[in-house]
T-cell receptor, first 113, second 112 residues
Framework: NAGVTQTPKFRVLKTGQSMTLLCAQD?????MYWYRQDPGMGLRLIHY???????AKGEVPDGYNVSRLKKQNFLLGLESAAPSQTSVYFC????????????FGDGTRLSIL | RKEVEQDPGPFNVPEGATVAFNCTYS??????FFWYRQDCRKEPKLLMS???SGNEDGRFTAQLNRASQYISLLIRDSKLSDSATYLC?????????????FGTGTQLKVEL
């Protein structure tokens, strides 16, 4: 029972490089989310999706793009990485109901040099 | 004012102690409330939902006070394994989808 799977687990990038983080869920959840977590800041929502083919901006979307071409996958892209994007990134998913909590992947640790 | 506020701690307690955390939220229209647990360098995991009438799960009790807009978590008979950061999470009605707002967490350290 995989739940939410994130790849890669760790990555080091140079400033200006691009990369894509992949999130996959096998729970048939409609909603998916990307968060970043920084010391003292808590979890902040980057982008989210309420269904296949739809995406929306969260609290801190600048510098990131997302795509949800398949229901089970949610991709987070960094077009031109900056040191300020050094963080731990978490993907999460949830069913449609407001009363259902979100399930998290185990995170991607990203360092931008 | 932050949407969700928590005392960051750390709370250092001896094994067997009872400890309580509070959390306040600003959106009076919030509908769902949760406590998550996060171990160091791990993902947040759901500890328990918080219901209007209060609810208990073993050594853990959660309560909601809508009038004062706060939720609480009580841990009885603390274990070493309870050491973690506890995140207060509020599910609001703002924006589309099932948006959660996370507190920055309260760190608990249970000691021998």
């Amino acid at each position: 029972n995989a739940g939410v799977t994130q790849t890669p687990k760790f990555r080091v990038l140079k400033t200006g490089q691009s990369m894509t983080l992949l999130c996959a869920q096998d729970m048939n959840h409609e909603y998916m989310y990307w968060y970043r977590q920084d010391p003292g800041m808590g979890l902040r929502l980057i982008h989210y999706s309420v269904g296949e083919g739809t995406t929306a901006k969260g609290e801190v979307p600048d510098g990131y793009n997302v795509s949800r071409l398949k229901k089970q996958n949610f991709l987070l892209g960094l077009e031109s990485a900056a040191p300020s994007q050094t963080s731990v990134y978490f993907c999460a998913s949830s069913p449609v109901s407001l009363n259902q909590p979100q399930h998290f992947g185990d995170g991607t640790r990203l360092s931008i040099l | 004012r932050k949407e969700v506020e928590q005392d960051p701690g750390p709370f250092n307690v001896p094994e067997g102690a009872t400890v309580a955390f509070n959390c306040t939220y600003s959106n009076s229209a919030s509908q769902s409330f949760f406590w998550y647990r996060q171990d160091c360098r791990k993902e947040p995991k759901l500890l328990m939902s918080v219901y209007s009438s209060g609810n208990e799960d073993g050594r853990f009790t959660a309560q909601l006070n809508r009038a004062s807009q706060y939720i609480s978590l009580l841990i009885r008979d603390s274990k070493l394994s309870d050491s973690a950061t506890y995140l207060c999470v509020v599910n609001g009605l703002t924006g589309g989808g099932n948006k959660l707002t996370f507190g920055t967490g309260t760190q608990l350290k249970v000691e021998l």
